[in-house]
Nanobody
Framework: VQLQASGGGLVQPGGSLRLSCVAS????????IGWFRQAPGKEREGVSC????????TYADSVKGRFTITSDNVKKTVYLQMNSLKPEDTAVYYC?????????????????????WGQGTQVTVSS
């Protein structure tokens, strides 16, 4: 599957952005789709994941209550709605997918578990 991420930009603290991850080449029916981010000088961090098989979602503690991941099966697109953005949310955001993975709410997202990656989209939160 090929993934195309978009929707990043510059936003003021407290603002919102919606990232999109469009998939092609696969139905994604049973895929897990995840969003990761990486800030300069920091390790890559798993942000959120949705299991297309049953719609369950997971979130990093740092974004719970502010970010929402959703999936549009017809458009083969996964969205990450980001509200109440903070300067520490500044990073390059990547979407990733895997046909055999199931994101568990009790487990941390691990990048090497995902086999397909899109290019990153820059999110900058600054006044």
């Amino acid at each position: 599957v090929q993934l195309q991420a978009s929707g990043g930009g510059l936003v003021q603290p407290g603002g919102s952005l919606r990232l999109s991850c469009v998939a092609s080449g696969s139905t994604l029916r049973y895929h897990a789709i995840g969003w990761f981010r990486q800030a300069p000088g920091k390790e890559r961090e798993g942000v959120s994941c949705i299991n297309r098989s049953d719609g369950t979602t997971t979130y990093a503690d740092s974004v719970k209550g502010r970010f929402t991941i959703t999936s549009d099966n017809v458009k083969k697109t996964v969205y990450l709605q980001m509200n109440s953005l903070k300067p520490e949310d500044t990073a390059v955001y990547y979407c990733a997918a895997d046909p055999d993975l199931y994101c568990d709410v009790d487990s941390q997202m691990i990048g090497r578990d995902f086999t397909s990656w899109g290019q990153g989209t820059q999110v900058t939160v600054s006044s």
